[in-house]
């Protein structure tokens, strides 16, 4: 359906205002749109109030495009209203990220400073920001400001509970989320998060009941949903089809958008009900990529091809965690069960490198395998009843993920994400080519006792993830010779092969080489020009070697203005800075750069260095603390900021922050420590700074890296006995 132009010609009575206002707070959407009809389309409304709950009604009717509209231009047209401003800026929260948001909100701050119910939203709003950048103390501080302005304000209990879920504490979250139905029963947002909470706890029969129940006696489309997204995760699909009519029911001005969405349910429920000519109808409806390919396949699929699900059950991952999650869904899936905090502890610190994946596989007597993922190899270990990981590598970031079954019919790969609860399809050709120049990396792992079911299966590049896997440990425990043996092995088996270009390179960054490092990242990108990891290795390598005339030609030459990923926008600006000309240019670009990838540490980090050399002192320290919220585990960003507050004497405060992250990650970890002694010399007092990096060697006696650093300290600092 195509958006009404927007236009305010009637003002409305606060009557009507009223009535269709008491029917949308109850959740009676549809009856507050017919209500709302008596007087006018929601286009045409007029009055601050009104164009506001305008907004409000269009989104739950399915048309976000015209809710946002309208609140765009409430804002627009009453530049006063702290209520206007408050939906405009969670429009921009969405729409373009937590710092586009808080930019707004500072330039506008005085509209923010209330007292009353609004206030309290407005409060748990910039709360919501801040744990967007993953500060949690500033967020905990700012939602505790909203509970005392109304303590039973279900929508502020919401925001409280989501930024504990933000912080992984699921548990508290759920409690939280419950207390705002205690408050206001049925009400919308707290029944969609308590109903999502249970599904992360592996509550499914009481999400289920929850969301049957409000369907029953509320008129929202996003529960109907909800309730949907949950029946088709559990096979129910008669009962998915009949929801997906009521979203229709529930959605009179949904937009193209979501029209195509809602053709792709119908399309996916239809699949799974065998009814290929619907399924073919509204495949074409979708018009997507993924159901324009999936209906090409289905037309030369024979009738009977074969599709298997195999029951991994969905373990939630934190933080980027991803990694531990989905180990411990395959250990349930095989009767062996670890607990994803186990893994955690095991292996993750700030990540999970594929190689401590499966030293952990092994350790625990797991018959493990790794190789590269093709449709050929996925297809016979599923027909094993065997899942496997898979490895989904992006500018910047990697992601691990289960295979869980197959689909011959749509060809496509059925995955069990640790993120979200219900399991999803790739078209298995477009995952192998995107993903060509990181393998797709896939990892088998089966008790060894059942190694047996899966030895007859041939997969691709194995013997080469072997040797390079033996390669990486060889390089971690400085086996410097057997590495060079493994090395020598995948040249003999492939020269020319990713995974042994790969190891070259991991021996040339062991060895200090930037020049093979940069030859070999220069081969890599003769195959895979475009991928952005290898790009942005390239040009770190050319500023590595002070070449950085070249490497600003290089990025220049990779990155078109409107065009360049994010991560190559943010490396090009890295270049301008030293240019007090370019500072405009500079800002411009990282700011362009945030509304992408509104997450990037490095690029706050940037735009506080920007804001430093201008002296504009409180702005940087706010950036600077951003980058070291958003990339908790990056010593270098904590460190900036140090020394960014060291200058404001706000030194004390932040010193404080860095030994709380001591006292976190210090037993995972013994750069905390190292960088707060270092923040404790600038202080003149590395004494204190010192007994820290005692207790971190009480927690990790073994860590060389960290022995080697406080003989150094203790022998800078004159304590020669002690270094010795």
């Known amino acids: 359906m195509s958006d009404p132009t927007l236009s305010f010609t009637e003002p409305i009575p606060a009557a009507d205002i009223e009535a269709v206002a008491s029917l949308h ?42 809710g946002d509209g309208l609140h765009y231009l409430a804002w627009r047209r009453y530049g006063h209203s702290s209520e206007c401003f408050y939906y405009n800026v969670r429009r921009l929260l969405y729409r373009s990220g937590p710092y586009a948001a808080a930019r707004e909100i500072e330039r506008h701050r005085s509209l923010t400073e209330r007292s009353d119910r609004l206030g309290a939203h407005w409060l748990a709003l910039r709360a919501q920001i801040a744990a967007q950048f993953r500060d949690f103390t500033e967020a905990h501080s700012l939602i505790e400001q909203a509970v005392a302005i109304n303590p039973s304000d279900a929508w502020v209990i919401c925001e409280d509970a989501h930024i504990l879920q933000m912080e992984d504490r699921y548990t508290d979250a759920l409690e939280r989320a419950q207390q705002a139905l205690v408050h206001r029963p049925l009400y919308r947002a707290a029944v969609q998060f308590v109903a999502f909470l249970k599904q992360l706890l592996g509550d499914d029969d009481g999400a289920m009941s929850l969301l049957v129940h409000a369907d029953a006696a509320v008129e929202a489309e996003v529960i109907a949903s909800q309730l949907y997204a949950m029946q088709f995760e559990k096979g129910m699909y008669a009962q998915a089809l009949a929801t997906l009519s009521r979203v229709e029911q529930l959605t009179p001005l949904r937009d193209r958008n979501f029209e195509r969405w809602l053709a792709g349910r119908y399309a996916d429920v239809y699949h799974h009900l065998g009814d290929r000519p619907q399924e073919l109808v509204y495949a074409e409806k979708a018009d997507t990529p993924f159901y324009k390919r999936t209906a090409a396949a289905l037309r030369t699929a024979p009738a009977a091809a074969k599709s298997v699900l195999l029951p991994v059950q969905f373990v939630r991952q934190h933080h980027t965690t991803c990694g531990p999650a989905t180990l411990s869904a395959l250990t349930q899936y095989f009767g062996r069960p670890t607990a994803h905090a186990q893994i955690v502890e095991s292996i993750w610190y700030g990540g999970t490198r594929d190689h401590h994946e499966r030293e952990w596989a092994v350790s625990q007597g797991w018959h493990v395998r790794e190789f590269t993922v093709t449709w050929d190899a996925a297809v016979a270990l599923i027909d094993r009843k065997v899942p496997f990981t898979l490895t989904t590598v992006e500018p910047g970031n990697a992601h691990l993920q289960a295979v869980i ?33 990181c393998g797709p990396r896939g990892m088998v792992m089966v008790p060894a006792e059942q190694q047996a079911k899966i030895a007859d299966v041939m997969l691709p590049d194995e013997e080469l993830y072997t040797a390079y896997f033996n390669l990486q440990d060889h390089l971690v425990h400085h086996r410097r010779q057997d590495a060079i043996g493994a090395l020598e092995h995948m040249t003999a088996v492939d ?8 190891a070259r390179r991991a021996v040339a960054h062991y060895d200090g ?56 926008t943010t490396r090009y600006a890295e270049l301008l800075l030293d240019d007090a000309r370019q500072y405009g240019t500079v800002r411009q670009l990282l700011r362009g750069a945030l509304r992408r990838d509104p997450r990037q540490a490095f690029a706050y980090n940037l735009l506080a260095a920007v804001a430093w050399r201008e002296r504009d002192y409180p702005l940087a320290l706010v950036l600077y603390r951003i980058a070291a919220s958003l990339e908790d585990k990056d010593e270098s960003y904590a460190l900036d900021y140090f020394r960014a507050a060291l200058w404001v004497r706000q030194g004390e405060q ?28 600038l202080l003149n007092r590395a004494h204190h700074g010192l007994e820290v990096l005692e207790s971190s060697l009480r ?26």
């Open 699 to 724: 927690l990790r006696p073994d860590d060389g890296e960290l022995l080697l650093f406080m003989a150094n300290a203790y022998a800078v600092n004159v304590h020669m006995s002690r270094a010795a």
């Open 405 to 437: 079954g197959y689909d011959a019919a749509r060809r496509v790969l059925i995955i069990r994400d640790p993120y979200q609860p219900q399991h999803f399809e790739l078209i298995a050709e477009g995952l192998i080519d995107r993903y060509a120049a």
């Open 25 to 66: 707070g109850r959740g009676l959407y549809l009856q507050a749109y017919a209500r709302a009809l008596q007087v006018a389309p929601l286009h045409r409304w007029q009055n601050e109030a009104a164009i506001i709950l305008a907004g409000r009604l269009a989104m739950m009717l399915g048309n976000s495009r015209l």
């Open 513 to 568: 080489d930037d020049e093979e490092a940069l030859q070999v990242t220069e081969t890599l990108l003769l195959s895979f020009p475009g991928d952005v990891n290898y790009q942005i290795s390239k040009y770190h390598l050319l500023r590595s070697l002070g070449r950085y005339v070249e490497a600003q030609g290089f990025l220049a030459q990779v990155s078109e203005p409107c065009q360049a990923h994010p991560l190559l």
């Open 654 to 681: 932040v010193l404080a922050w860095l030994l709380d992250r001591v006292t976190r990650f210090g037993a995972k970890s013994h750069q905390p420590a190292v960088t707060y002694f270092r923040a404790c010399d």
């Open 495 to 502: 020269a020319g092969h990713r995974l042994t270009l790969w």
